[in-house]
């Protein structure tokens, strides 16, 4: 087979996977058909419904479509930046305000012995090309943030310039 055309073809088939953002303007319903179904979703007081579509855990991004009171997106946002995680107040910040900044975690993990629900996200340090991490948000029974901490990622095999173990 003539190699251009095997090398052509493989780049019409990455083309056609490229993540694609749906555009400000676009109605819920194409955001839902582009997206699929939300992993959740928060009617605010203002009228906007936000839908989560978390990425987790191997593409490190929690995406939130804004949709305005007539059914059309204000935005897409990327949830689980630098910025975000330091809005997180130990002993302030409120279970629903985690979910309402960063969206739904990847894993919660019950620990009863501590009365506490860690939530784990998966994310990079410094955006897209930094290193992977784990974000874990320590919840108590009064739904109250207690503990927040950022660990990079032990799967992560080839992090630091290393090779894999």
């Known amino acids: ?7 052509a073809a493989a780049a019409a088939l990455a083309g ?5 953002l749906p555009e400000p303007g ?37 995406y939130v479509a804004r949709v305005d ?9 990327q949830r689980l ?5 330091a809005k997180l107040e ?19 993990w019950p620990f009863p012995r501590m009365q506490r629900d860690i939530w784990e996200y998966r994310m990079t340090k410094d955006g897209a090309a930094g290193t992977p991490q784990g974000l874990y948000v ?10 927040v901490y950022i660990e990079n990622d032990p799967d992560n095999r080839l992090s630091e310039g290393g090779s894999p173990r």
């Open 81 to 85: 930046t630098d910025e975000n995680v």
């Open 138 to 147: 320590q919840i108590s029974p009064d739904t109250v943030v207690r503990e």
């Open 69 to 77: 009171r007539e059914g059309r997106l204000i935005a897409m946002e």
């Open 16 to 20: 056609c996977s490229a993540f694609q």
């Open 90 to 108: 130990k002993g302030k910040t409120r279970a629903d305000d985690v979910r309402d900044l960063l969206g739904p975690p990847y894993k919660v």
């Open 26 to 62: 676009t109605p819920v319903a194409q955001v839902e058909k582009r997206m699929g179904p939300a992993a959740d979703k928060r009617v605010h007081a203002d009228g906007e419904v936000w839908y989560y579509y978390p990425q987790q855990p191997y593409g490190l991004k929690n």
């Open 1 to 7: 087979m003539n190699r251009s055309l095997v090398f």
